[in-house]
């Protein structure tokens, strides 16, 4: 069969997709990208907040127009939504030919085998199950790839429904990251990001203690450039793990630490561990321990219960951290969370008022941000030619892949995607720095 792949959401979700399209392949079947023409399409989908179900439902409904046009045979969902909806899938989407849950991953080949023998597959693994090490095809480039170190989530925040679709918490072997990990190195990889639900767990479960500072550590002996690390939750950050990512120079000093508020009473509300005193006394010790530290986190608008000094203790607190990085989300009641149930909904045009209030105090924090960054000179990981900006670009250690900015650059030379080069800073634009290549850097050999 001709098999394409589709992944939306995470990049914990693209791992999955990229261990399914590895093993379409090893089955003998031919692995595309592009659903034209294709036997069957695998939407591997997001659905944890009404705009990724959107977007899942969208993509569903265009490759369906592919079917009617005789350029695709099946179309099998994966993931997310279907693990949310999986009674619901077929009856409102009856364009889709199967479904596959987020504990059926590994079971991708059967299912296509089903479809080409006209059945309907629906399958729906256990989600708290112990994780396969699957090979994986990489679809980002080989010099900055993803590494998951554990599946699931154990936080149960209020808003959230991430651990009814992925599962308990579950580490994988320190081992086998190694040896995954050794194997990218050894095939390009000169970026890695180390990624979880919450890194800062890690071990928890399968050693009976927090073991991320002793995985870091043997991290940091392969030959990789950048480390970088995505996501950790303030309760969990203690002085071990801070001390190993200050001495570490491999280690990148840009935390994603995601917060979601500061106000005690909204944190309590969305059942976040700590207090807002104690989240500023972290960011305050990170700051002193990791000069040059920038911070990225994740706030949530419009919670129930926010009110007016809620929000503007928010408002004062993002003023005063200077958090360089921040993604602004208004809550979305999901249904089977407690947040959707709690009383003081806040009605929908405060929600996006108050998003938007955000989201122009942070563009003032950033553009602070980028001021101080001109004239200096940054090592930036080359990503390529841009055709369109005739010029090339780029990545900080500011700057992580896909959720934040770019540097554009000149250069007399011709820096090949995956080149770290020097670039001095002289400019902005809409966000992003610009400069000029200062000398060849190149630190792939």
């Keep these: 069969m001709k098999v394409a792949f589709i992944s939306l959401g995470c990049a914990k979700n693209q791992i999955n997709t990229e261990q399914m399209m ?191 500072p002793e995985l870091l550590e043997q991290l940091c002996k392969l030959p990789f450039h950048w480390i970088r690390l995505h996501y950790l939750y303030p309760d969990e950050m203690d002085d071990e793990l801070i001390d190993v990512i200050a001495d570490q120079p491999k280690i990148l000093k840009y935390l994603d630490i995601p917060i979601q508020h500061i106000n005690n009473d909204i944190l309590a509300a969305m059942n976040r561990r700590g207090t807002g005193d104690e989240i500023r006394a972290l960011f305050d010790k990170l700051r002193q321990r990791i000069p040059g530290l920038v911070l990225r986190t994740s706030i949530i608008a419009g919670l129930p219960g926010e009110g007016e000094a809620e929000f503007e203790e928010l408002c004062d607190f993002l003023r005063e951290a200077k958090i360089e990085r921040a993604g602004i989300f208004p809550f979305s009641p999901e249904e089977g969370t407690p947040a959707a149930e709690m009383p ?46 005739g010029c090339w670009q780029g990545r900080s250690w500011a700057d992580s892949q896909d959720v934040d900015g770019h540097v554009y650059f000149t250069s007399d030379g011709s820096p090949e995607p995956g080149q770290f080069v020097r670039v001095t800073i002289t400019g902005t634009l809409d966000g992003d720095l610009t400069g000029e290549e200062e000398n060849s850097h190149d630190d792939s050999q």
């Design 344 to 389: 003081g909904q806040v009605p929908a045009e405060v929600i996006d008022r108050r998003t938007e209030l955000l989201v122009d105090l942070q563009s003032r924090v950033m553009d602070e941000f980028n001021e101080r960054c001109m004239g200096s000179t940054l090592e930036v990981l080359c990503e390529g030619y841009n055709e369109e900006m």
């Design 22 to 212: 590895a093993l379409t392949r090893q089955a003998g079947h031919e692995v595309l990208s592009d659903p034209a023409g294709a036997d069957v399409a695998v939407l591997n989908t997001c659905g944890f907040i009404e705009s990724a179900k959107s977007e899942a439902i969208e993509n569903i409904l265009q490759l369906a127009q592919l079917k009617e046009q005789g350029l695709l045979g099946k179309l099998l969902v994966t993931g997310c939504l279907t693990q949310r909806y999986q009674d619901q899938v077929f009856q409102e989407l009856p364009e889709v030919d199967g479904i596959l849950g987020t504990g059926s991953y590994p079971e991708i080949v059967s299912a296509l085998e089903q479809l080409q023998a006209g059945d309907r597959p629906a399958r729906f693994g256990d989600i708290d199950h112990t994780e396969e090490e699957l090979p994986r095809i990489l679809t980002t480039p080989e010099y900055s790839v993803y590494l998951k170190i554990a599946e699931g989530c154990d936080n149960h925040c209020s808003y959230c429904v991430i651990p009814s679709l992925r599962g308990v918490y579950r580490s994988r072997p320190m081992e086998d990251l190694l040896a995954e990990a050794e194997d990218l190195a050894q095939h390009g990889c000169r970026e890695l990001i180390v990624i979880a639900q919450d890194i800062t767990r890690y071990g928890t479960d399968l050693y009976g203690r927090r073991m991320l």
